[in-house]
């Protein structure tokens, strides 16, 4: 029991605490997430200004190589006295040309074309030291895009060709030359055209900012045509798609690229991660402010052969948000560390809280127990002073609460009680014991009632008396049913006395008689009879105040209540005259009831006889027997209340009725009503005193209802027996007889 108990405290305290758990997960959880939000908001923050800085670098760093580029293509073209197409301008030509390539060291070739497309001066730079190309080895580039674009310019313009690979001979050289041409006409101290000077400007130059960058960083690089394609990219098989069919392009990988192609520089950030872009070959807008310290330069013009290419930062999503995830996951596992934390402490705060609940419902329930209790409770101090009274208390006395509150219990004193014993109660209560006593108290209307009141003192931790409990049972009823009971009793003994004193003296008379000398052995024989019967009425006179007494010492047993009264009525048969009308009204399906078959036989032909003698020689008597519901009655006998469902056995008649004066003497012993001369030789008023005591014997209760003008009906009220096996002993030499039709 104990332990079921234990298990039954703990659901609440664990349901509580997981409860309560759950609640700071929650919010630790709505905490985190906010955090992560903001994470990710200012980690993305952090990559865009981070990925700005480095496009706008990388962008200024491939700026100022073609912005050096064009200065030194610019510088030289300047020179017209390098441009005469003679042996010495020529030679002079060439030894610049040298000079510029070992010092730069971004040129692949640097050639001197004249009007018709023939190479006239050319250096080759392979990365460490500058090759004169000399005789035949000099080539037409007449049919070169770049030649034919370059040729018609005037002075201070410069073509810029596509960004591609170098070819020779008709094909890609290998390994690969990724270049950039870019060419001015060039003109002789007279002023003529004398044909146009182009460098090849090594693309490997432009593109090691990009390499830098991708082995030194987490974010991607690439350099994209205006048509989608890579000019560098970190996987070298992408690169120059261009020009090798089949390979992959940046707008079939990135859905992104149109919305990137469509703006010169910025920044986008889609489910695929971060891009960041800006334009790089927009020569006409950028360079011009760096080349007007140039006097040659002033008012260039530049002739792109295709659109600017564009830097594009790529960042991925998981690179983007990687530091934020491994802070979010160093949070998650902090929450589950204190989750698990908080739970210990969550459960002792849930069973604190539980014990001060379970604390508060007890006081609760205390309170109720006492405002709704029958009792009479009140509590005073430790000097006697009431500090609260509960309803039945205010009902009983007829004293508010506001009333009672503030004085001492002798408000409520009779005066008809010994000062003596007031003084033992508060020697008493004041040692710490209990004092148990029957008080006569007084009302505030002044009526007297019997209160049996228990005091119980209250003490603190030190033993110290610190309240006192008054609880009292009104019995004044009971004190009622005593004294009447005592009435009964003293009635009892008065009849005892007088009928057995008349059956006694009439006993030693016929005896005395009968020992008179010489009598005649006739009238002896008579006297002797007479005295037999007089001993056999005062038998039957003790059976009859046995049986009132009520013997608590018969066995029950199941009845069929139905199966008794059809016998009762045959037996009743001889009782009746024509002239009596009986009616029966007996339901099949009444239930059991547990009893002494005897005994509940003469309550009933008890009952029956007295409506026998109600009606006389004419009227109408019914027995009826069902299952009935009562409420709000109560037993005319003991005043017991009735509320339920019983067994009613029901006896009526049209006779006189009871008068309302006689009611209340019905049940004493040797009551009767009849006339003298009806009671010559009888031991009246044992009837219904004999019904009560076998009624309540059987657990049951009587209801008397009377009109004087109609019906009187007594009914018997019996709890019905539990579901047993239907019983009915039939008593020696006895056979069962049908009840017969009313």
């Known amino acids: 029991m104990q332990h079921g108990s234990t298990r039954l405290h703990l659901r609440p305290v664990l349901r509580s605490s997981i409860t309560l758990t759950v609640l700071i997960g929650v919010f630790l959880s709505c905490v985190l997430l906010a955090s992560h939000y903001l994470d990710r908001q200012f980690e993305q923050a952090h990559w865009q200004a981070e990925q700005i800085e480095t496009v706008s670098s990388i962008t200024a760093e491939i700026t100022g190589y073609f912005q050096q580029a064009l200065s030194d293509l610019l510088l030289i073209a300047s020179d017209k006295s390098k441009f005469a197409n003679t042996s010495q301008s020529n030679a002079e030509l060439i030894d610049h040309f040298s000079r510029l390539a070992t010092i730069s060291r971004s040129y692949y070739q640097l050639r001197f074309l004249d009007l018709s497309g023939q190479e006239i001066a050319r250096v080759n730079f392979d990365g460490t030291k500058p090759t004169v190309v000399r005789g035949e080895e000099l080539q037409d580039k007449s049919t070169r895009p770049y030649f034919q674009q370059s040729i018609g310019l005037n002075a201070g313009e410069v073509y810029v060709s596509r960004f591609d690979l170098n070819i020779e001979h008709q094909s890609i050289e290998l390994p690969i030359r990724p270049v950039v041409r870019i060419a001015t006409p060039v003109f002789n101290p007279a002023g003529e055209k004398t044909g146009i000077v182009i460098f090849n400007f090594l693309g490997d130059k432009l593109l090691g900012p990009l390499t830098f960058h991708d082995q030194n960083n987490d974010s991607k690089l690439y350099l994209v045509n205006h048509e989608g394609y890579y000019l560098y990219s970190d996987q070298p098989e992408q690169n120059w798609g261009f020009m090798y069919p089949g390979r ?3 707008a079939q990988q990135f859905s992104e690229w149109e919305a990137l192609s469509a703006k010169m520089s910025g920044q986008l950030v889609s489910n695929t991660g971060l891009f960041t872009f800006s334009t790089v070959n927009r020569l006409e807008n950028i360079y011009q402010l760096s080349l007007h310290s140039f ?22 999503e998981q690179t983007l948000y990687a530091a934020t995830e491994r802070r979010f996951n160093y949070g998650i596992l902090v929450v589950t560390l204190l989750l698990l934390a908080a739970f210990p402490i969550t459960y002792a705060w849930a069973n604190s809280r539980e014990k001060l609940k379970a604390l508060g419902e007890l006081q609760r329930l205390y309170a109720q127990a006492m405002e709704q209790n029958s009792d009479l409770i009140y509590i005073t101090d430790a000097n006697g002073l009431i500090l609260h009274a509960n309803k039945a208390t205010q009902e009983c006395t007829g004293y508010s609460e506001s009333e009672i509150v503030g004085q001492h219990p002798s408000l409520f004193k009779s005066g008809m009680q010994s000062e003596a014993m007031y003084e033992n109660l508060w020697k008493t209560v004041k040692s710490g014991s209990t004092f148990k006593g029957l008080f006569i108290n007084k009302r505030k209307d002044g009526e007297m009632f019997y209160e049996l009141k228990t005091i119980t003192p209250m003490l603190d931790e030190h033993g110290e008396i610190t309240h006192f409990v008054s609880t009292g049972v009104d019995v004044s009823k009971l004190q009622e049913s005593r004294l009447k009971e005592m009435v009964l009793a003293s009635n009892l003994a008065s009849g005892i006395s007088h009928h057995f004193g008349n059956m006694l ?9 009968a020992e008179v000398p010489g009598i005649h052995s006739g009238v002896r024989a008579q006297h002797i009879h007479n005295a037999r019967l007089a001993t056999e009425k005062a038998t039957k006179l003790l059976e009859e105040i046995r049986t009132s007494a009520g013997d608590s010492a018969l066995s029950h047993q199941p009845l069929d209540i139905s199966r008794l009264l ?4 045959a037996e009743d048969k001889k009782h009746q005259t024509p002239t009596i009308e009986f009616i029966t009204n007996i339901s099949s399906e009444t239930p059991n009831i547990l009893g002494n078959q005897q005994y509940l036989k003469k309550a009933i032909e008890a009952l029956l006889k007295n409506a026998r003698e109600a009606v006389g020689q004419l009227g109408t008597i019914k027995l009826t027997a069902a299952l009935s519901e009562h409420t709000h009655q109560h037993c005319s006998c003991c005043d017991y209340p009735l509320d339920g469902e019983f067994v009613e056995i029901s006896v009526s008649d049209n006779g006189a009725g009871i008068a309302p004066e006689n009611m209340q003497f019905i049940w004493d012993p040797f009551y009767s009503t009849k006339e003298s001369r009806l009671l010559v030789g009888e031991t009246p008023g044992l009837g219904l005193t004999k019904v009560r005591s076998i009624v309540h014997n059987h657990n049951g209760h009587i209801i008397v209802d009377t009109d004087n003008e109609h019906y009187t009906t007594i009914r018997l009220l019996f709890p019905p027996a539990p579901h047993l096996v239907e019983t009915l002993q039939t008593e020696p030499g006895e056979k069962e007889t049908e009840a017969f039709p009313a």
């Open 248 to 250: 992959p392009s940046f």
């Open 295 to 316: 006097k040659a330069a002033h008012h260039v013009k530049l002739a792109l052969d295709e659109p600017p290419w564009r830097i594009v930062s790529y960042v991925p």
């Open 505 to 513: 003296c009439g006993i030693l008379g016929y005896i005395s008689l």
């Open 566 to 569: 059809k016998r009762i009525i």
